[in-house]
């Protein structure tokens, strides 16, 4: 059974750092793994979409790269922003079409 | 492009009343999704539709909850006789096909229901 597990919980930096958001997974048989951002009361964005093929996605100043061998994704965010404050979760395509969720991390970006 | 639409946004019923929610994918998708979100907890998945056709529903209560996605019209959530328990944000995601290597999902804003 798939699980997938985001540390830390949290996370508050101030603005300007970089910044790596991880993401772990137990089954590597996976289709694609996405990165999304939700604002409080709001909906998902998607934000990067690395399919099982690949090793990593790039948009501005996101990365986000996936290594299936060790079960992990990493959201890498350059140059934070106060507008970057958000949760963002992690999601592992598996081979039931099913999106598997971690639990989210909230970041708050500090002025 | 309106992308995928979810009305309402906010929806609140007492206790044993019936919530419907409703989804439009975008358009030339034909695959829905349903997944819920519980106060504090991460998204479950509940229901993967095409028209017409409930594909795997492993994910819905077996009691209250139903889904369908008519050959026109919007995806429909029911949900009867609500309970408190059912309080949740509950996201409507549509593709263009299911999920491969090729495919992601784009999602609604979602509805989130209150049960007083």
């Known amino acids: 059974k798939q699980e997938v597990t985001q540390i830390p919980a949290a996370l508050s930096v101030p603005e300007g750092e970089n910044l790596v958001l991880n993401c772990s997974f137990t089954?590597?048989?996976?289709?694609?793994l996405q990165w999304f951002r939700q604002d409080p009361g709001k909906g998902l964005t998607s934000l990067l979409l690395?399919?099982?093929s690949q090793r990593e996605q790039t948009s501005g100043r996101l990365n986000a790269s996936l290594d299936k061998s060790s079960g992990r994704s990493t959201l890498y965010i350059a140059a934070s922003q106060p507008g970057d404050s958000a949760t963002y979760l992690c999601a592992a395509g598996n081979s039931n079409y099913q999106l598997i969720w971690g639990a989210g991390t909230k970041l708050i970006i500090k002025p | 492009n309106a992308g995928v639409m979810q009305n309402p946004r906010h929806l609140v019923r007492r206790r044993g009343q019936e919530a419907r929610l409703r989804c439009s994918p975008m358009k030339g998708h034909s695959h829905v999704y349903w997944y819920r979100q519980l106060p504090e907890e991460g998204l479950k998945f509940m229901v993967y539709?095409?028209?017409?056709?409930?594909?795997?529903e492993s994910g819905m209560p077996k009691e209250r909850f139903s889904a369908e996605f008519p050959k026109e019209g919007p995806s429909i959530l029911r949900i009867q006789q609500v309970v408190r328990g059912d309080s949740a944000a509950y996201f409507c995601a549509s593709s263009p096909g299911a999920v491969t290597d090729y495919y992601g999902y784009t999602f609604g804003s979602g509805t989130r229901l209150t049960v007083v």
């Open positions: 690395i399919q099982s």
């Open positions: 089954d590597s048989a996976i289709y694609n």
């Open positions: 539709l095409q028209k017409e056709n409930i594909i795997d």
